[in-house]
């Protein structure tokens, strides 16, 4: 199994641009979210899902938008890339119930 | 509210020495509890777990303690060594709907070789 993959790995943007981050898990895992981590910080959490069809929205929503048409994918588009959306974007992937995520191994965006 | 935080942000260590790295929550509410660790340039990756009911639950070199009276979480890795540098999260997992994870800010472990 690849685990949980993402790409690109490295992205810079310029105000006002848009893109999609993309992410997927072969492990057939029901719930999927997307996390960004800023310099010296935790992780918040941007959206999730819990099954295909269905997304809801974590702390820090704005300015992100998401869906999940598959089991396999859950891509998070910016809309209107900002300076503040610098940040290194993480995807994860669990099966349900209270277990433990399987992360990816980031995107690093800037936005200049 | 919610919150998750740990009480050293970083952590020096010699080399074969016992690290402990802490951690507070203050959601009665969370059920499960994971501490994660993050090396540089990488996802963060599952170490270990408890689940609320247990005080006490050991791995491979590493131990978590729980203490619900005073909500306090620490994690224990025996004979640290260089490999275990790297930025350790704790976690706690909410008993609600979609079981929410809440991660802390961090702590930074250095071992000095």
């Known amino acids: 199994n690849a685990g949980v993959t993402q790409t690109p790995k490295f992205q810079v943007l310029k105000t006002g641009q848009s893109m999609t981050l993309q992410c997927a898990q072969d492990m057939n895992h029901e719930y999927m979210s997307w996390y960004r981590q800023d310099p010296g910080m935790g992780l918040r959490l941007i959206h999730y899902s819990v099954g295909a069809g269905i997304t809801d929205q974590g702390e820090v929503p704005n300015g992100y938008n998401v869906s999940r048409s598959t089991t396999e994918d859950f891509p998070l588009r910016l809309l209107s890339a900002a300076p503040s959306q610098t940040s290194v974007y993480f995807c994860a992937s669990r099966s349900g119930g209270p277990y433990e995520q399987y992360f990816g191994p980031g995107t690093r965006l800037t936005v200049t | 509210g919610e919150s998750v935080g740990l009480h050293l942000p970083t952590l020096s260590v010699q080399e074969g020495d016992n690290s402990i790295i802490n951690c507070a929550y203050s959601?009665?509410?969370?059920?499960?509890f994971i501490w994660y660790k993050q090396e540089s340039g990488k996802g963060p990756q599952f170490i270990i777990d408890?689940?609320?009911?247990?005080d006490k639950r050991q791995g491979q070199r590493v131990t978590v303690l729980l203490n619900k009276t005073v909500k306090h979480l620490s994690l224990q890795i025996a004979a640290t060594q260089p490999g275990d540098s790297a930025v350790y999260f704790c976690?706690?997992?909410?008993?609600?709907?979609?079981?929410?994870?809440?991660f802390g800010a961090g702590t930074r472990l250095f071992v000095k070789a």
């Open positions: 408890i689940r609320s009911n247990m």
């Open positions: 976690a706690e997992i909410l008993n609600t709907g979609g079981f929410k994870t809440i």
């Open positions: 959601n009665s509410a969370s059920d499960y």
